[in-house]
Nanobody
Framework: QVQLVESGGGLVQAGDSLRLSCAAS????????VGWFRQGPGKEREFVSA????????DYVDSVKGRFTISRDNAKNNVYLQMNSLKPEDTAVYYC?????????????????WGRGTQVTVSS
């Protein structure tokens, strides 16, 4: 019923920028918080960023603050992650996910649907 599809990943050099998109089927994002997670090689999946249903609150892991920006367009059922000043340590598969409640958006188990991910590779 609910399908989330990430796009926009690729191979870039350190210092470059990428914009990731997450498209949702139907009205899957309406009234839901949405988050971005990432999983690097040999690492656990970690929280990157989240945004509440009306865009009133945004959250970022310390390592991306000042470089990444999350936004959403509810009319188009899209959520975006603008990534600037990319570093090799940003290399990972990036996933978007939906959170039923705003208070659960900061932890992995607060999300009920996940996309399949998009690969981001940053070379030095």
């Amino acid at each position: 019923q609910v399908q989330l599809v990430e796009s926009g990943g690729g191979l870039v050099q350190a210092g470059d920028s990428l914009r990731l998109s997450c498209a949702a089927s139907g009205r899957a994002f309406s009234s839901y918080a949405v988050g971005w997670f990432r999983q690097g090689p040999g690492k656990e999946r970690e929280f990157v960023s989240a945004i509440t249903w009306n865009g009133g609150s945004t959250d970022y892991v310390d390592s991306v603050k000042g470089r990444f920006t999350i936004s959403r367009d509810n009319a188009k059922n899209n959520v975006y992650l603008q990534m600037n000043s990319l570093k090799p340590e940003d290399t990972a598969v990036y996933y978007c996910a939906r959170a039923p409640t705003a208070r659960g958006r900061l932890r992995r188990d607060g999300y009920d649907y996940w996309g399949r991910g998009t690969q981001v590779t940053v070379s030095s």
